[in-house]
């Protein structure tokens, strides 16, 4: 097996650290949420009106902008230098800006309708659904700021510059967490209406925050773009021309969920369920899988422009091994953990016990599709980096049409656990497509030995979840209303042991090499 070259598994070392921290911020956010609106009518009006630009964030953000721009960038500015890359990136930021504006005007006028498809079970209750029109239109402005941020985050991410961009979302957790303390200061109630006023008007703050952070950073690393009249030129077409299908593509995901939530609608309580379960388990999908995908697309896509195959696949099969690796332990410990953490993270203010089982049942069935989400994240670079994003849109495209049939035909019986099923099965349905068209291709397949060391991953997550599953019966039944601080205490202590126990049972099975820790740090 090639070895990748320097620093691949390094620098997704460093976006996921920057994401790790987000993500922490963020699940202190959604505590605040949980506490201040439960799981009721005024959690699902702020889900909702913050699905839609959240929605383009992560299309944009998490690497689809990517795919599309940085290979392009990344010619130009070894084929012709800096200077022709900056007047590059100035055509299409002039022509984004542009695009925004009419886009975002179209949607505040159309808003209604987007409301509707996002959140069709709100049809039947007129002040809900003009809540949700009214709080959406408020913060759609937040998708300009975050749009425009890509694209400085696109550049830096083709100098390998990536702890910028992504430790930016923590400006989003941390203006929210402030507006919704300000909220209390001013003597707001729990679930009173004018908590979202605090939090949506939060959102759009924190988008400017975002892009102005990201903004200075590119001006300081020299990468000054000026704004032009916007123009389709030939190098702007062929953009989007890559762009469209790749963020579609790197935004299934995101898809499946939007399709789920506007199901959920039909049922009280679930669109704020699912959205609390979406929060942890995309943990382990922002630290390990988009965090290996931005870092590895510049990686690939020098490879390739170089005819270095050999080097290509050998920094894939590295992908695919850590994905793999961190990813496993991470399912099956949220899994078996599920429980005891959504009941320390949310279970208090106007989050009931029963909103945190519900929560807890929809984690356990989403862990089962962790895996298949992140090695589509690290696949999807093989495309994006031979300017292919017409391919794994193909396949996410048709695992969207199998989770929408899957929803629709058992969420009826099944409620809120039938969304979180049908996600999962169109997860690994897209993963089986595209690793089939790559063999088939001959672009990329998983080697013998490279699935022995997968296999033994497995094995060694198995013999991690069975030990956790038995300690979890020396925890005292009542430890959360006991004392909050024990509960957290008995979880940093499993989870230490769960770790330690699959690194070793890893390490006993060959699927963990003490190689592979030098080459997280980056060395050779």
Do not use: C
């Amino acid at each position: 097996m090639a070895r990748p070259s320097r620093g691949i598994l390094s620098n997704a070392a460093l976006i996921g650290s920057a994401t790790m921290a987000s993500r922490i911020t963020g699940f202190m956010r959604d505590i605040f949420l949980a506490a201040l609106m439960g799981a009721g009518p005024l959690a699902e009006i702020f889900v909702i009106a913050f699905r839609l630009p959240n929605l383009f964030r992560r299309l944009f953000a998490e690497g689809a902008f990517n795919a599309a721009f940085v290979p392009l960038f990344s010619e130009r500015l070894a084929q012709k230098g800096k200077s022709a890359a900056l007047a590059f990136a100035g055509q299409i930021f002039s022509v984004l800006l542009a695009a925004l504006a009419v886009f975002t005007l179209l949607a505040e006028i159309f808003m209604p309708a987007l409301v509707l498809a996002l959140a069709q079970g709100f049809a039947g209750d007129d002040e809900k659904f003009a809540l949700a029109v009214h709080y959406a239109r408020l913060s759609f402005p937040y998708l300009i700021f975050m749009s425009l941020m890509a694209l400085f985050a696109a550049m830096l991410n083709a100098l390998n510059r990536f702890f910028a961009a992504a430790l930016a979302p923590v400006l989003l957790n941390l203006v929210l967490i402030a507006a919704m303390a300000l909220a209390v200061l001013k003597g707001v109630p729990m679930g009173d209406e004018r908590l979202l006023d605090y939090v949506i008007y939060g959102v759009v703050l924190a988008g400017l925050a975002q892009f102005l952070f990201v903004f200075i950073v590119a001006r300081r690393a020299a990468l000054r773009v000026t704004l032009s009249r916007p123009a389709l030129s030939d190098d702007v077409e062929k953009v989007w021309r890559l762009a469209v299908p790749g963020i579609l593509a790197a935004g299934i995901g995101q898809i499946n969920l939007l399709v789920g939530t506007s199901i959920a609608t039909g049922q009280a309580g679930a669109a704020a369920w699912l959205y609390y379960a979406d929060r942890l388990y995309q943990l382990p999908m922002g630290v390990i899988g988009v965090a290996l995908s931005v870092a590895l697309l510049p990686e690939l896509a020098r490879h390739l422009a170089k005819g270095e195959t050999a080097r290509a696949k050998g920094t894939q099969d590295m992908a695919v091994l850590a994905a793999a690796g961190l990813t496993l332990p991470a399912a099956v410990g949220l899994a078996v953990l599920a429980g005891p953490i959504v009941s320390l993270l949310f279970e208090r203010g106007a989050f009931s016990a029963t909103d945190s089982a519900i929560t807890a049942q929809l984690i356990i069935v989403f862990s089962f599709g962790l895996p298949a989400f992140v090695l589509v994240k690290a696949l999807q670079p093989s495309f994006f980096a031979r300017q292919d994003t017409r391919a794994p849109l193909i396949d996410g495209a048709i695992g969207v049409g199998f989770n929408i049939a899957l929803s629709l035909a058992l969420f009826p019986s099944y409620g809120a656990p039938a969304i979180a099923f049908a996600t999962v099965m169109a997860g690994w349905v897209t993963l089986t497509l595209m690793l089939w068209r790559m063999a088939r291709r001959d672009i990329y397949h998983l080697s013998w030995p490279l699935l022995r060391r997968v296999a033994a991953q497995v094995l060694a997550a198995g013999l991690m979840g069975w030990a956790l599953y038995q300690a979890m019966g020396l925890m005292p039944p009542d430890i959360l209303s006991d004392s909050v601080s024990g509960l957290a205490a008995w979880l940093a202590v499993f989870i230490a042991a769960g770790a330690l126990v699959y690194g070793l049972a890893a390490v006993a099975l060959g699927g963990l090499r003490r190689a592979d820790i030098g080459l997280l740090r980056g060395s050779q």
